[in-house]
């Protein structure tokens, strides 16, 4: 298995390493989410810093943000970050997953988990509604 799953008491973090498949990275997106704490976190730290290679591409993040989309109605209040210094994962990360069609959770690209942990730190708290049962109002 090339990532670790590591719950921490407001998120998680996914810590991928060597070569990371597509398949992998779906799973692992698929298993916080379908924890039940996920409706309760306020953030996913993607640490790919240890990996040396990943099959991901435009087709793979696109599916990624329409589960992440499902999944902002349940917890709005979350954000993720990708740790990479891959700047062709970096650049798939800021199309798809902040300039795409399909926005939900702020994402940001950092080339450190210590840079990610200072920007998470730095934004308010989210206190926004959750809109399972259609009650948000925006």
């Not at 719950?7 to 990275?25: C, D, H, K, L, T």
């Not at 990708?82 to 939900?104: E, N, Y």
């Amino acid at each position: 298995m090339a990532y670790e799953i590591i719950w921490e008491p407001e998120g998680v973090i996914r810590q991928f390493s060597g070569s990371v498949s597509a398949r992998e990275f779906m799973q692992s997106v698929e298993q916080v989410q379908g924890d039940s704490r996920y409706d309760d976190m306020h953030y996913i730290i993607n640490d790919f810093s240890a990996a040396t290679a990943a099959a991901l591409n435009e087709e793979v993040f696109t599916e990624l943000a329409v589960l992440y989309y499902g999944a902002y109605a349940s917890n709005p209040n979350c954000r993720v970050v990708f740790v990479t210094a891959d700047p062709a994962l970096a650049a798939l990360v800021r199309k798809v997953l902040q300039q795409g069609p399909v926005v939900s959770y702020s994402t940001e690209v950092f080339p450190t988990v210590g840079e990610a942990r200072d920007w998470l730190d730095s934004q308010p708290q989210l206190h926004l509604m959750s809109n399972v049962m259609g009650f948000r109002l925006d």
